[in-house]
């Protein structure tokens, strides 16, 4: 019987974001006196201290959300629309790693979902039951530190990302007036389309090139260009700027 692992859709794979919840500029003197020299300043890239998560600078802007209905494979609920991001935000270079997760589950003792309950979804003949006993830290094929964590929950990345916004306030490097979240559905696409209207970007001419994963043989084998099974290692040399 082959087992595969969960798809890692967005609640399943962390991104982060860090944006404003209140009105406040970013490089305003005031607004930075209560911060480090080690916070985040608006239009710059920025790095989490001790965790090695990288953070790129998104700007505020529009863009048009959704597909057009010419558009291979398109969602019913993909109708076009323009949304303005009227402010700037940071997210996520790459998605939140094994050994990121490890640091988080460490200082508070957390437990997924997963671990909880009856484990987490796997392929197996053509559903997707929980495979009890199975979890981030046994999701069924073999990850190092560098991989993307897999098999987190909403609930569960939610409790990372109120961890991490009271770690860095410890630290002065946030101000009262930032957190870290996930991502808005018009933020994700904002940032993932960087400003390009199709499917694909410029130089990308197939999911092959898009894919930093391969789906196991029963979900139609699509190898991607890094060779790899399952998961990719998030790559190191990944420039921030």
Not at 12 to 23: A, E, F, H, P, S
Not at 112 to 123: L, M
Request: glycine content about 10%; hydrophobic content about 35%; charged content about 25%.
């Amino acid at each position: 019987m082959k087992h595969y692992p969960p798809i890692n859709f967005l609640p399943l794979i962390l991104t982060l974001i860090l944006g404003t919840v209140m009105t406040i500029a970013a490089k305003d003197p005031e607004e930075r006196q209560d911060r480090s020299d080690e916070a985040p300043d608006a239009g710059s890239p920025y790095t989490i201290a001790g965790l090695d998560l990288p953070l790129k600078w998104i700007p505020p802007g529009s863009f048009v959300m959704g597909s057009p209905v010419t558009e291979r494979k398109r969602e019913r609920e993909e109708h076009q629309h323009e949304v303005v991001i009227s402010r700037g935000f940071w997210i996520g270079a790459c998605e939140v790693t094994v050994d990121q997760w490890k640091s988080f589950v460490h200082a508070r003792g957390y437990q997924t979902e997963a671990e909880r309950g009856g484990g987490i979804r796997q392929w197996i003949q053509g559903q997707w039951p929980h495979v009890k006993g199975s979890s981030w830290r046994n999701p069924g094929f073999a990850q190092t530190g560098d991989h993307p964590v897999v098999g987190i929950s909403w609930n569960d990345a939610m409790a990372f990302c109120e961890w991490l916004t009271d770690r860095e306030r410890q630290a002065n490097r946030l101000t009262s007036g930032y957190r870290y979240a996930l991502p808005t559905e018009a933020e994700w696409e904002y940032a993932c389309r960087a400003g390009y209207e199709g499917p694909f970007l410029p130089d990308v001419k197939s999911m092959k090139d898009e894919f930093w994963f391969r789906f196991g043989d029963g979900l139609g084998g699509i190898l991607a260009k890094d060779c790899l099974l399952y998961t990719s290692p998030s790559p190191r040399d990944l420039s921030t700027s």
